[in-house]
């Protein structure tokens, strides 16, 4: 999982594409890098780390450009602690193109060795984004049939390049003395989302993001979601192109990023996060009803922040008192995204502490949006329990987690997921919960997709069917050889 934008304006785009960095923050805290076209100049400035403390005065000085594009990164190919794999990536041929990319792509093996053997392309860093990048510039170089290029050959290349990659990926590139390309894979498993704005001249100003709250903030329109498998083609002047290039798009976004990824002020796909939230705690209070009896609870709790509004519905619904015991320090990151499993389990007594008050002789109901490895888990179960509680049961709005997540979140494998190859109460004895109660599948599909006509949800990691149908077992167990941190 990473944030990515993209800005096509009349003015330096610099500080605009820093703002929306911010905003994109909670996406990726890794590193973070801008990348602006000043004509036919690129200037780019990356870093470990989060945006405030990569970018100096003089980094935002050097970013010169009307034209640019900006990303956060949280690990999940590549090493975190290595600056060089941090994004934008470069090429200088054809005509010079600067890349990022949210996602991972699944056929990698594949791809290193056709671009050594094939493409005579050199990568130069363990990044599928690289690679991702190579095959455009391999492809786009095809294309060219003179000095000039057009929006027909960008999208014929982008076309070449659904052909060869696999997996999901969200993309925004710049294009020397051209303009900014935008495209998303033919799933559209990572979101992608188009805004305009209008200067008072009259002329169009348009932007790419991960999230819809950056072109909020920024006064942009939201026009639409890229679709899945369409290239959007933004020329330096303002004029926008787009194209379907895909052969058989299908729109199946990624259940996680309305689980835990997006904030909740964000739509994607014509789905508020925040609604969807609420609606996973109704479904979820209805399965908690099933399972327990109401009166063994006297306050339901949410973990801070993302599980709130399914935390407040199940109170609501249930008609039980709610009440945050838990106080999050917020400048600690978010430990779902932290690099290292030792991080991790370091930062959650960092990140939260206990109110005894709220916790003294009570039957406790936490409320998570998820459960990954059980670490932040099991550790605020025993917070509870030393706050004085007297029960705690443990309820989460996603299914049990227990598949590898192979599109952009750092789930690689099936031994780190503390719900694989255990029963619930399994689950529940080595969280050190009383009861554990999680949400149905076909309820957290139901409560992410009503009211719209998305029909499919990449949920993988809950049920162990890959969307692109091209994740097999051998691949899991090499991803688990070779991509642990």
């Not at 599928?128 to 786009?140: F, I, P, Q």
């Not at 076309?159 to 559209?188: K, M, N, T």
């Not at 973990?303 to 320090?329: C, H, T, W």
């Not at 709220?358 to 179960?381: A, M, P, W, Y």
Request: charged share 25%; net charge negative; hydrophobic share 40%.
């Amino acid at each position: 999982m990473c944030g990515i934008v993209g800005i096509v304006s009349t003015e330096p785009v610099n500080q605009q594409i820093y703002d929306s960095l911010l905003l994109l923050q909670h996406r990726g805290q890794d590193s973070t890098g801008i990348a602006t076209a000043d004509g036919p100049v690129f200037h780019l400035a990356k870093a470990s780390g989060q945006v405030r403390e990569a970018f100096r005065t003089r980094d935002m000085r050097a970013l010169i450009g009307n034209v640019g594009l900006g990303h956060v990164r949280y690990t999940t190919r590549g090493a975190a602690e290595r600056e060089e794999e941090a994004q934008p990536f470069y090429v200088n041929a054809p005509y010079g193109i600067v890349l990022v990319h949210n996602g991972n792509l699944t056929n990698t093996r594949e791809l290193s060795e056709d671009l050594f053997r094939i493409d005579r392309r050199h990568v130069n860093s363990t990044s599928d984004t690289e690679m991702l990048l190579n095959v455009l510039a391999t492809e786009l170089q095809g294309q060219i049939g003179g000095l000039e290029l057009d929006p027909g050959q960008i999208f014929n290349a982008v076309s070449q390049v659904h052909e060869r990659v696999e997996g999901a990926y969200a993309c925004i590139a710049l294009i020397a003395g051209y303009g900014l390309l935008a495209f998303r894979d033919p799933w559209g498993i990572r979101p992608l989302i188009l805004g305009r704005r209008q200067t008072d001249a009259g002329t169009d100003e348009w932007i790419v993001a991960s999230e819809s709250l950056v072109l909020e903030n920024g006064d942009y329109e939201i026009v639409r979601d890229v679709e899945p498998g369409e290239a959007v083609f933004i020329g330096t002047d303002g004029e926008l192109f787009s194209r379907q290039c895909a052969r058989d798009p299908r729109l199946v976004p990624c259940s996680f990023e309305y689980v835990y990824l997006a904030r909740p002020d964000s739509v994607m796909n014509g789905i508020s996060v925040y609604e969807a939230r609420l609606r996973m705690g109704d479904r979820l209070a209805s399965t908690v009803a099933t399972h327990m009896p109401l009166g063994d609870v006297d306050v339901v709790m949410p973990i801070p922040d993302s599980s709130r509004p399914s935390a407040m519905q199940v109170a609501q619904r249930l008609g039980i008192e709610y009440r945050e015991g838990f106080y999050k320090n917020r400048y600690v990151g978010r430990t779902f995204i932290m690099p290292g499993q030792a991080e991790r389990k370091r930062s959650v007594r960092q990140k939260l502490n206990a109110m005894g008050t709220e916790f003294k002789g009570k039957n406790i109901l936490i409320v998570d949006d998820s459960i990954v490895r059980g670490t932040t888990s099991q550790q605020i179960v025993q917070m509870a329990r030393d706050a004085g509680a007297n029960k705690v049961t443990f309820c989460s709005a996603a299914p049990p987690v227990r598949y590898p997540h192979v599109y952009g979140i750092n789930m690689p494998s099936r031994q780190e997921l503390i719900a694989h190859g255990r029963k619930i109460p399994e689950i529940a004895e080595a969280l050190g919960a009383d009861h554990m109660i999680y949400q149905e599948v076909e309820d957290l599909q139901a409560a992410i997709t009503e009211g719209t006509s998305i029909d499919a949800l990449d949920l993988s990691c809950f049920t162990g069917e890959y969307i692109t149908g091209t994740v097999t077992d051998e691949y899991l167990g090499w991803l688990e050889r070779t991509q642990l941190s």
